[in-house]
């Protein structure tokens, strides 16, 4: 190895312990500040306690939009993986014009500022007439989980021969038969990564949320911020640490099931 | 950078490149639509930001998308909020398109 080359790990090295360093210090902070016994967020916590964690219990309105949440994201990733897969299959399949432009539209919100997607379907909403908070929250976080399946089944179909749809046929499975024997287990890992970060985006969506709760309709990272503006205490840090385990969680059933190799490529 | 071939790297250094000149000419050119793709998708995800700039800097300042939240949610102001919606739409697509034409441009030159 040339002193260049080794200059030049070293610098990687380093680069890399530094941005972990960063983008962990805060993780570490909120869930330390979370078992500590103090109201305010000192560091390090003058003594260890678990009360924040039983105020998240009876904390006005958090539970509540904790249930809300879930609903919505297990409902709208639920939707979204049956919608995207079939444009997904439309698109892979199919041949007609505007084909590019329609995937691009379809996964566009991925790219578009949320606000923006936010602001127009609020409008868009009002114009249809749809005023209920509880069906245009699913409907707007529809849209914004389907780029993710749309964009991960994509990719995966285009790998899949589609002659072994044909195979499996002529073996004499009924088209049923082939499509859930053949198509799922190959789209499995796809349904799967997809299906979390969806899971996930659903969960944590602030800007587009914020158009269409009520008083009685919020959603956990609504009903969160609101809760920092009013009183700013460590309750916040536990539900804060519930999310990260949360997301640590998923991704270690990630790592089990496909590899955490393949869900960084997406 | 996975995608790039190990071996013209290799045939590199056996025409006497040394690393430097290697990476100049050979993997940086390679790379360089990808960097303009993830230079446009970090820009169009920091001008967009909405819930960390309103959390860390409050109502001392405003970027474009803390005001536009702000004047639909705050003041009720729907017409500023979708002019300075309506901009924020066009620099997010303006920048999707120009990165995809200069890493078009990239691609076919390299």
Known sequence: MTGLERLGTWLVWTMAALCTVFLLTPLVVTSVVSFGSSAVFTLPPPGWSMRWYERL????????????????????????????????????????????????????PLMLPGLVIGIAMLQGFKVMGLRAAWPSLLVAHVVITMPYVLRTVHSALSLFDFTMLDAARTLGCSYLRAV?????????????????????????????????????????????????????????????????????LALIIGDRLVGLRRLADF | LKLIDPRLREAGATLGASPLYTFRHIVLPLTLPGAVSGIAFVFSMSVSMFVIPSLLIGDRFQTLSTLTGRSFLLMRDERLGSTTAVVLLFIAVAIVLASTWISRRLGDRS
């Open chain 1, 57 to 108: 219990l009876f904390a006005r309105g958090l539970m509540q939009s904790l249930g809300t949440s879930l609903q919505i994201a297990a409902l709208s990733t639920a939707i979204s993986l049956v919608l995207g897969t079939l444009c997904a299959i439309g698109l892979v399949r199919g041949q007609f014009p505007g084909r590019d432009a329609i995937s691009t539209f379809l996964v566009s």
């Open chain 1, 180 to 248: 859930w024997r053949v198509l799922v287990p190959a789209l499995a890992p796809a349904f799967l990564t997809s299906g979390m970060f969806a899971f996930l985006a659903s969960m944590d969506n602030y800007p587009i949320s914020i158009f269409f709760t009520d008083a009685w309709t919020k959603t956990l990272p609504i009903q969160m911020l609101q809760f920092v503006e009013e009183r700013p205490d460590p309750t916040i840090a536990a539900i804060s640490t519930g999310l990260i385990l949360l997301a640590v």
